[in-house]
Nanobody, 122 residues
Framework: VQLVESGGGLVQPGGSLRLSCAAS????????MGWFRQAPGKEREFVAA????????YYADSVKGRFTISRDNAKNTVYLQMNSLKPEDTAVYYC????????????????WGQGTQVTVSS
């Protein structure tokens, strides 16, 4: 099983980034996919998730209206479009796969990527 994140980087406040997570080694369409983040000295926190079936989306309050999660089952890829970025969004972002839910819970996820750094700074 592999989850490989990409698309992180340095961006100015108010800017945008799109993260991608390419999955392999499991039946992608049968798994809900989530994005989490972890800032230095803080616990890993839920950002967004999308279910396996009807594409229900879930967001942390801190990113609602700014971030959008989507998936392409043909490409085994999940995306996180991040707009209006703030310095407090700076963290390592991880994608993860769950076939159980509930999706906002870290413990629901069986597979994790290695993470990609997002830094929001002027």
């Amino acid at each position: 099983v592999q989850l490989v994140e990409s698309g992180g980087g340095l961006v100015q406040p108010g800017g945008s980034l799109r993260l991608s997570c390419a999955a392999s080694g499991f039946t992608f369409r049968n798994y809900g996919m989530g994005w989490f983040r972890q800032a230095p000295g803080k616990e890993r926190e839920f950002v967004a998730a999308i279910s396996w079936s009807n594409g229900n989306r879930y967001y942390a309050d801190s990113v609602k209206g700014r971030f959008t999660i989507s998936r392409d089952n043909a490409k085994n890829t999940v995306y996180l479009q991040m707009n209006s970025l703030k310095p407090e969004d700076t963290a390592v972002y991880y994608c993860a796969a769950s076939n159980t839910g509930p999706f906002p819970q870290v413990d629901a996820y069986a597979y994790w990527g290695q993470g990609t750094q997002v830094t929001v700074s002027s």
